[in-house]
């Protein structure tokens, strides 16, 4: 099963009111809704941006541990620098709703067993890329200045290449809020606004394939996102699965060549739309396909690290916005339910989702995650 492409450049082509620009919003709306995950095809990303970002980040997470312990701010939650392996626990390994979701998956289609899985043994960086809130924040943790690393051999080209791919994904990200917002009926602008001030992340996530890559070994356990929208560039090894809302079926991921990414909707999305958009469900996973690419990596890249780096970026709302369901897309959430419940899709039950400023929800799930004391 293949996740809808949608096309970016016909949205940036306007005008705004344009039969193929409303189509394709609704597309993308549509595919977040059905799937909670898309491809997004943006001409402007560089391929050869996101190779000198893989590169870097290799280098980066190549460096003993004692070295990368350096950059690392547990007193701000992880929230800039660096977080070492076995720190961040899958949410999904200790919620009880979370749980239930895969207990009612066909046994065929479920992750791999996260039960005895905790923490994940992947490293993450944090490279902040949103504009510093003009009032004074609620949530200053959340705001934090970034870490430049420690390493000399790094210090003249890291900000230069985190910002160069950091600002190619959170334009492509950013653009596509505005085309959902379309999509569902709202203002163009409606959740640009709303994270106007959002603390976006450049989140590079890297697994240590000499350490961690025996098969059905999970880098990542079954979890889904507490941002707004999650936007990733290619990986040089597979292993990334999602779980399209629709079917309960596992996708494997395939990004397609050329300027292509994924997206998924996080918690962020899901609040605010009443659960008419769902997080997207996914794990990381070393897989058949990985292990062939790191065979084939041995032989046509001999002298580079065997590290997963996966390109993440993370575009959250303002961490002072207040977080409510908007009335209109609640509504369509209430009819999605009904409709599922009596095609005995699902079994009713209700998600609450109270009003709540951002920086506190995102306090909350770091809490579940072992991110926040």
Sequence with gaps: MDLPVINLDVFLAGPKESEAVINECKKAADALIIYGALVLHDSRVSEEDNQTFLNLMEDYFNQPEAELKKDERPELSYQVGVTLENTEKPKCAVDEPCLKIIEKLDPAERPLDI?????????????????????????PSLNAPNVVPQADFLKEKWAPVMEQWGVSMKSAVADLADMVALGLGLRVETFRQAGRYGPHILAPTASDLVKYGKKDTILAGFHSDLNFLTIHGRSRYPGLNVWARNTGKRIPVKIPPGNNLLVQAGKQLEHITGGLVKAGFHEV???????????????????????????????????????????TLNEKARELRAQHFNAGKSDGDETEYPHIKVGQQVANELKHIALMA
């Design 115 to 139: 039960s005895a899985h905790s923490p994940d043994p992947k490293c993450r960086f944090f490279w902040k890329m949103g504009d510093k809130p003009p009032y004074e924040t609620h949530f």
């Design 285 to 327: 996973v070393v897989n058949d396909q990985t292990l062939a690419t790191i065979g084939q990596r041995k032989i046509s890249h001999p002298d580079r690290p065997l590290i997963r780096i996966s390109s993440t970026f993370f575009w959250h709302l303002s961490s002072d916005y207040d977080l409510i369901p908007i009335p």
